[in-house]
C-alpha cells in the first residue's frame, strides 16, 4: 500500500463537521493518512497567526516561539484525523472525543517561528468497539530536522453517548 495525503472532499468533511471551528484547526496541510501504519504525516506553517504566540512578550531570553498551547492543541488535530480517516468515526455521524490523559509531553526545543513543523502522529495503542475508539499516540514534531516536541497521549471517542 502507498501512503496517500488526504482526499480533498473527505478533508472538507472533516473540517466542516470538526468539533471545533476550522480556526481550532492548526494543521496546515495532511502529508499522509497511512492506514497499514497507522500513522498521520502533516505540516504546520508557523508563519500563520497563532493566538497565544501572538501575545508572547518576547525578549532576548524569550525569543518568539509557537507556544506549547499551540503544540498541545495540533496533538488533538493530529489525534483527531485517525479515529475519522482510519475507523470511520465521522462527527456529522454522532461521533465525539476527547483527548483524556497526557502520559508524557516532552518540549525538546522552542518551536521558532518561520521555519514550518513538520508532525507525525502514530498509534501505539487502540481499542475499537462498535460505539467506542480508544487511542494511544506517539506524536513527534520536528523543525528543520530538529525534534521539538514528544508526546504520548491518549484518546477517547464515543458514538451515541453523553461526554
Not at 23 to 36: A, I, R, S, T
Not at 114 to 127: K, N, Q, Y
Request: hydrophobic share 40%; net charge positive.
Amino acid at each position: 500500500m502507498v501512503p496517500a495525503p488526504c482526499p480533498p472532499e473527505q478533508m472538507r468533511r472533516f473540517l466542516d463537521s470538526y468539533l471545533y471551528a476550522e480556526g481550532g484547526f492548526l494543521v496546515d496541510e495532511v502529508l499522509e493518512l497511512d492506514l497499514e501504519a497507522k500513522r498521520v504525516r502533516a505540516r504546520m506553517d508557523t508563519r500563520r497567526p497563532l493566538h497565544y504566540s501572538g501575545l508572547q512578550r518576547t525578549g532576548p531570553g524569550h525569543p518568539a516561539h509557537v507556544a506549547a498551547a499551540e503544540l498541545l492543541t495540533l496533538t488533538g488535530n493530529l489525534g483527531c484525523l485517525h479515529p475519522f480517516f482510519f475507523y470511520g468515526c465521522r462527527w456529522d455521524e454522532g461521533w465525539v472525543g476527547f483527548g483524556n490523559r497526557i502520559h508524557r509531553a516532552d518540549f525538546k526545543r522552542i518551536a521558532r517561528l518561520g521555519p514550518p513543523l513538520e508532525l507525525e502522529s502514530r498509534e501505539t495503542r487502540s481499542r475499537v468497539g462498535l460505539r467506542r475508539v480508544v487511542l494511544r499516540y506517539e506524536f513527534r514534531f520536528s523543525q528543520e530536522g530538529e525534534l521539538v516536541y514528544l508526546g504520548d497521549q491518549s484518546a477517547m471517542f464515543f458514538n451515541d453517548r453523553a461526554l
